[in-house]
């Protein structure tokens, strides 16, 4: 049973599976048993966790597991490539991860455009060799992606956009770009980690664009690393190995911007802990049960 079971409130806090298994380097918690990721969330008190690599894709099947340590699924991961292909396609190759998000009762699919990265390795190119925004049509690709988003609404969902590192839509030139196309039924995904790590204010972002959040992804940057990362110009993995990210309250974010979004903008929804570290070097339970008692004193005090 959970330590702590917080009170209804409109944010509810998750937690990603990635600080237990990681979805990309398959040494990183590649001994870690799922049991022991949602058993670990339940004990902390998390309501909910987003899909890992090793949960199961049974929309019959997974809803009974989360149930059992009383967990709910947020949302999952979704790979898009309308850069290159029509809504219709997209809708057709997405049908099974909609039918898993439905029969969990999720309310939000996190699209991450995958078209213009390498399609082999490409988290192990340099940080620096990301597909620029300029590649494409801005607006003819801004109207595929809300079309999307329209008929995911029809089904009682809502696309909220992941902008991230080496991905097409990164800095925060191409987010605000990209949102100043985008029809209104895109939502945001605000992760604070990804728009650090790419020079992005988080904060400026809230302030522009904060009517379209959708999801949040509560995750901390060491400095030091990040640095280092960008001097050297390494790739994702290597950042990744090397402790780029970790969890809240743990690196060199400032989350006040972030608190006072949720306490003035009437957010409703997730606000989802997300660290991608070694297990070894990192105790998931650990950073994991840090990270609940600073990010509920954040947004709850």
Avoid at 167 to 177: F, S
């Amino acid at each position: 049973m959970p330590t702590s079971t917080p009170p209804e409130r409109a944010v509810r806090l998750g937690v990603s599976p990635l600080s237990w298994t990681n979805d990309v380097l398959e040494a990183l918690g590649g001994d870690v048993p799922l049991d022991t990721c949602l058993q670990d969330a339940a004990d902390i008190g998390y309501q909910g966790v987003e899909l890992g690599r090793k949960f199961p894709r049974d929309p019959q099947v997974l809803p009974l597991l989360l149930a059992r340590y009383g967990l709910r699924l947020i949302s999952g991961w979704y790979s898009g490539y309308l850069a290159d292909r029509s809504p219709e396609a997209e809708w057709q190759a997405a049908a099974e991860h909609l039918r898993l998000l439905e029969a969990c009762g999720c309310d939000v699919l996190v699209y991450a455009e995958c078209s213009r990265i390498p399609q082999t390795a490409p988290w192990d190119q340099p940080l620096s060799h990301s597909p620029p925004l300029s590649s494409v049509d801005l607006p003819a690709y801004a109207e595929r992606v809300g079309q999307f988003a329209a008929r995911l609404n029809e089904r009682g969902l809502k696309l909220a956009y992941h902008y991230h590192l080496k991905m097409l839509v990164e800095t925060g030139e191409e987010i605000a770009a990209f949102f100043e196309d985008a029809p209104p039924q895109v939502g945001l995904l605000l992760d604070t980690g990804h728009a650090y790590a790419a020079g992005a204010d988080y904060a400026e972002l809230l302030r522009r664009f904060g009517d379209r959040v959708t999801h949040l992804h509560l995750k901390d940057v060491r400095r030091p690393v990040l640095d280092w990362a960008r001097r050297n110009d390494v790739s994702f993995n290597q950042a990744v190995r090397a402790g780029l990210f970790t969890v809240p309250g743990d690196g060199d974010l400032d989350f006040s911007a972030l608190a006072d979004f949720v306490r003035r903008s009437g957010y409703r929804g997730w606000a989802v802990v997300e660290a991608e570290q070694d297990p070894a070097k990192a105790a998931p339970r650990l950073y994991a049960q840090q990270a609940f008692t600073h990010v509920s004193k954040l947004l709850f005090a």
